[in-house]
């Protein structure tokens, strides 16, 4: 027979799972279990076991409670000089800590003391007090170096062109020449009447120069033709002649043409006079004719032209404009860009440089006078026309310059460059031009260079303001006065130091140590060691010329240091190691009420009073260097002068991160399940360190600490809490007031606690010899010790440990430490000796607690938050079920379940269990079938669910029980502890989880099936 579980049956599984599976979803929300799954699919065929398995899980310990937590925990409340160290003690298999805090200190080497606050480190790191800097001071050149060129027109070619068009438009026409026959050569002279009135002579007037000088060849060329069409009587001929006058003597010819008898031809009247053509010259033709028929009358038409090689050589004394020629010259507009100065320096006087206009006088050229209108201005600068520059043998047709010497700029964002700006008006009057070489090469170039160039050579001053973007200079850097970047001096150094005094002996202004009042301290061969006093030292840079020195302030009120120094100009790049140190004496007498900060600043102070520094004899172009690096701290004093006779120091300190709340925070217990723990012991050790040397030891006499020390606390209810008292050195009278025989504390051999989170074994020397519990007596070789557990247990609040301590047994009042002698007592390098009187604190403490009756932790408060205050059923019905519908199916089900194996448990395991129980509607309890609990130890546990199990929750509603972890039992006293290996790698607490189901009967059914519709209610085979 066959048989599938219909719906109903199904939720009988699911109730099963539920109880189980919310133990594991408690631990899933705390990360502990992981890759939990259910099968898709249980059958059970017989009466077998069915094992299924649901997945595994993992817990670290680690991740809730280490010594990194528990060391900032400690650190939060006792400040940051608390160390935590592990603590293996061989003789115990849990976990304990040692917690140690040094109360306080009297410092006898002040150099040593004051190392241990970096301060030195402070000086170049941190961000408030960060005087180390690198500066770089890029001077960008200040230069200008443009040619402004321009193409000069072809003189010789604009005159010919305009003489051209004037003798094409001369043209001379002869109407009416009559051959004469026998009556012999007629000239124009006696027979003018044959030829036209006024039409001879040609005007050529030129408005260029007063004298031309033609090149070879040049010449007006006559072209004469015939145009009638008359027949040519015999032997008749016509000779023409044209000669040139200057227009102001018409008697002597310049030149003249050959007479050519012709019926028409070529004529050429030269103008390449070696005299020079004047500029208005008149041409006059003369004409001869003879022979011929006597009353033939013909026509003749004469035109003008230049000839092709035609050239002009030299114009002597022009008389034109520069612009008859086509001359112009261009303006100047050019720009010396200052940007990159904005910013970088605010204003600055020139030392040297010049700024010019210049462009040599064409070859061949003389006589012409170039005005230049040229002016500089702009970014500060006013504008300044440039002057005639000094002549220095070459002929100029400009030649400007202006001396930039004192001259002040002052660039802005919207001002920032140099303007040259210039016109220019070009005078040829009376000049000479020579256009063309004897050779027939043009005689100067084609194109005038106008260079306009110069700059700023040398800076004479220039005012900077550091506090420009453009810089990253410590104007003013101080120590914090507060925070966590503040160097506290504590109210006990001015306990005990009453003087610091780092003058030691002066001869001839040089400072030496004393090994005792009025003795100098010598080296092996007789000589004196002088003292370097206080202050800092450091390597600087500062390439600017000698004579640009950075000057600073550095001081320090509690120090009584007031240092004036500067960051010299050296003009190169070497590093200038410097010592910036005083001899002051400070004086401690007045005992502040509180710790003090100490002060230290560092302030540069510009030359100038608004604020600007002054820099002299700059090089444009090149780039300095500033800066301050490699600081330290110089404290080398000659003495200290120390009281440590009957002065008390008193104080506190907040002692409530060792209680077991805080301890076991990481657990998730409530505050009042804390309180059922307590400790069974809590060592607490107080160490009175006396120096390493013998020396010191001997000049200090037998020191003890006398005094009182004593826990406060408050404990009761809240609203009637009970101030209490418990001592731990010295004690009290029965009304409560101190004795005044205070306990006096021996002073142990020195030792050195190792780095923080380090293991202390209590086989080690330091252990053995301090840190073994001593509670039955005083030992004076051992630290004062103490059990701290009967507080600890009774959950006090505001616990705090007071004190009121002092040194007694001083050799005098007041003693002189030289730090001389302390240099002699620790010249063995190979030795760690202390040079301070140092009381500590330490505190053992155990991960081991008692429970006083049973601590639960009901999990599905963090499965559901608000699963205490509501009434869910935690099957998801909305009412009770009928047992009936069910009796026929369970009775195949001898039992459900859940086993689950664990590897390792961190915790001892005796005090745990788990229970399950409904108080709401079912009764369900696990306590019926469990009566101590489900157990939860290493190896294998199990729960179990059967049919009348089963019963119960089904009919019952609503389904809301608590699943609780209990540690310990009722009204027992039990012992709970973490191991010591709950931090080890590879001891990780690990469990395996499987589903178990087992039929009573031969008759095969299906447990679980996903697969299938849980809606259905039919039944089919397998």
């Known amino acids: 027979m066959k048989l599938n579980l219909n719906k109903k049956i199904v939720m009988i599984v699911v109730a099963v799972c539920s109880v189980a599976a919310v133990s594991l979803t408690s631990c899933i929300n705390y990360n502990c279990f992981k890759n939990i799954q259910f099968p898709q699919k249980v059958s059970v065929k017989t009466n077998a076991q069915f094992n299924a398995p649901l997945g595994s899980a993992k817990f670290n310990l680690a991740e809730k409670l280490n010594l990194n937590e528990l060391e900032t925990k400690m650190k939060t409340s006792f400040g940051s000089s608390a160390n935590i160290y592990n603590y293996d003690r061989t003789d115990q298999n849990y976990l304990n800590y040692i917690l140690q805090y040094p109360m306080y200190n009297v410092p006898l080497d002040l150099r040593e003391f004051l190392g241990e606050f970096n301060l030195s480190e402070k000086l170049s790191e941190s961000d408030s007090m960060q005087i180390k800097f690198s500066q770089e001071f890029a001077i960008p050149e200040i230069k200008l170096d443009q040619t402004v060129e321009y193409k000069i027109p072809d003189v010789s070619a604009i005159m010919l062109a305009e003489m051209e068009a004037i003798l094409l438009t001369s043209k001379i026409s002869f109407s009416n020449v009559l051959e004469p026959a026998e009556d012999g050569p007629v000239d124009s002279d006696t027979y003018t009447s044959w030829i036209d009135q006024g039409t001879t002579e040609i005007n050529i007037e030129s408005d260029y120069a007063e004298r031309i000088y033609y090149t070879t060849g040049t010449g007006i060329v006559i072209d004469v033709a015939r145009s009638d069409s008359n027949p040519i009587g015999p032997d008749y001929k016509v000779m023409l ?349 007045t005992v502040p009420s509180e710790a003090k900060p100490v002060d230290f600043s560092f302030k540069i102070k510009p030359s100038e009073s608004d604020g600007t520094q002054r820099f002299v004899n700059i090089e444009p172009g090149k780039t300095y260097k500033m800066g301050i690096d490699n600081i330290k701290l110089k404290v080398d004093y000659d003495h200290v002068d120390a009281n440590l006779k009957e002065k008390n120091l008193t104080g506190e300190f907040d002692l409530s991160a060792v209680d077991i709340s805080s301890i076991y925070s990481a657990l998730p217990i409530a505050a009042d399940e804390i309180k059922k723990l307590s400790i069974a012991e809590l060592p607490i050790f107080f160490f009175a360190q006396k120096p390493g040397s013998d020396a010191l030891n001997n000049l200090l006499g037998s020191i003890k600490f006398r005094g009182v020390m004593k826990a406060t606390y408050k404990t009761g209810p809240e609203d009637n809490l009970v101030e209490e008292a418990y001592y731990i050195l010295g004690s009290k009278n029965e009304d409560d007031s101190t004795k005044d025989d205070s306990e006096i504390l021996a002073l142990t051999d020195p030792f050195t606690w190792p780095k923080s989170g380090e293991t202390i074994s209590d086989q080690d020397e330091l252990a053995k010899k301090y840190l073994t519990p001593n509670f039955e ?246």
């Open 241 to 589: 002649q044209a000669k040139m006058y200057d227009a102001a003597d018409l008697v002597n010819p310049i030149s003249q043409t050959e007479n050519i008898v012709t019926d028409g031809g070529k004529l050429i009247l030269p103008l390449d006079s070696k005299t020079g053509t004047s500029s208005n010259v008149k041409v006059k033709v003369k004409v001869t004719v003879s022979g011929g028929t006597k009353g033939v009358l013909h026509k003749y038409d004469v035109n003008l032209r230049l000839s092709e090689t035609c050239g002009v050589k030299k114009l002597v004394d022009v008389t034109a404009s520069a612009a008859d020629f086509g001359i112009e010259f261009p303006k100047i507009d050019e720009t010396i860009p200052l940007d990159s100065l904005v910013g970088l320096i605010k204003q600055c006087t020139i030392g040297s440089g010049s700024i010019s206009a210049k462009a040599l006088m064409p070859s061949g050229w003389s006589g012409v006078n170039c005005v230049a209108d040229i002016s500089v201005g702009g970014a500060g600068m006013e504008t300044t026309s440039l002057t005639d520059g000094v002549p220095d043998g070459k002929s100029y047709i400009v030649n400007k310059v202006i001396d930039l010497a004192g001259k002040s700029i002052a660039p802005t964002s919207s001002i920032n460059s140099l303007k040259v700006t210039g016109t220019f008006t070009l005078n040829m009057a009376h000049a000479v031009i020579i256009l063309q070489q004897d050779d027939g090469s043009k005689a100067y170039d084609d194109y005038l260079k106008i260079a306009v160039s110069g700059g700023v050579t040398n800076i004479a001053e220039a005012y900077v303001d550091f506090n420009s973007d453009k810089y990253d200079i410590p104007m003013e850097k101080s120590l914090p006065q507060e925070g966590a970047e503040a160097i506290i001096l504590p109210v006990e150094m001015f306990q005990y130091v009453k003087k610091i005094d780092f003058a030691g002996i002066t001869e001839d202004g040089v400072h030496y140590k004393q090994r005792e009042e009025g003795v100098a301290f010598t080296d092996g061969h007789g000589n004196k060691i002088p003292l370097e006093g206080f202050g800092i030292t450091c390597d600087i840079v500062n390439s600017f010329p000698a004579g640009n020195d950075i000057a600073a302030k550095i001081d320090s009120e509690i120090f009584n240091f007031h240092k004036d120094i500067a960051i010299s100009g050296s003009g190169n790049e070497d590093i200038q190691p410097v010592k910036w140190v005083d001899y002051p004496v400070i004086d401690f007498t």
């Open 777 to 1022: 007596k005083d030992d004076p070789d051992k630290p004062k010790c103490l059990d701290l557990a009967t507080i600890i247990s009774k959950q006090p609040k505001d616990l705090y440990m007071r004190y009121d301590l002092g040194i007694t047994g001083a050799s005098n009042e007041n003693v002189s430490i030289y730090s001389a002698l302390i240099d002699e007592a620790v010249s063995d390098e190979s030795t760690s000796e202390e040079r301070s009187i140092q009381l500590d604190m330490a505190i053992i403490i155990p991960l081991k607690v008692k429970i006083n009756g049973q601590i639960s932790l009901n999990i599905m408060d963090y499965v559901k938050e608000d699963w205490s205050t509501s009434s869910d059923d935690l099957l998801g019905r909305e009412s009770a079920a009928s047992w009936g519908d069910f009796a026929s199916y369970a009775d195949l089900i001898d039992y459900m379940g859940f086993n689950y194996n664990i590897q390792y448990l961190p915790f001892d395991s005796s005090a745990f269990s788990f229970s399950i129980e409904d108080l709401s509607g079912t009764g369900y309890t696990t306590a019926n079938s469990n009566p101590d609990g489900i157990t939860f130890r290493e190896g294998n546990n199990s729960l179990k669910v059967n049919g009348s199990d089963i019963q119960q929750i089904l009919t019952g509603y609503p389904f809301h029980p608590n699943i609780c972890i209990n540690i310990g039992k009722p009204d027992t006293t039990s012992e709970f502890s973490i191991k010591k290996t709950a931090f080890d790698v590879d001891k990780v607490m690990k469990a395996t989880i499987n589903f178990t189901a087992k039929a009573n009967d031969e008759v095969p059914i299906t447990i679980w099936d996903s697969t299938k519709n849980k809606d259905s209610s039919s039944e089919g085979s397998e």
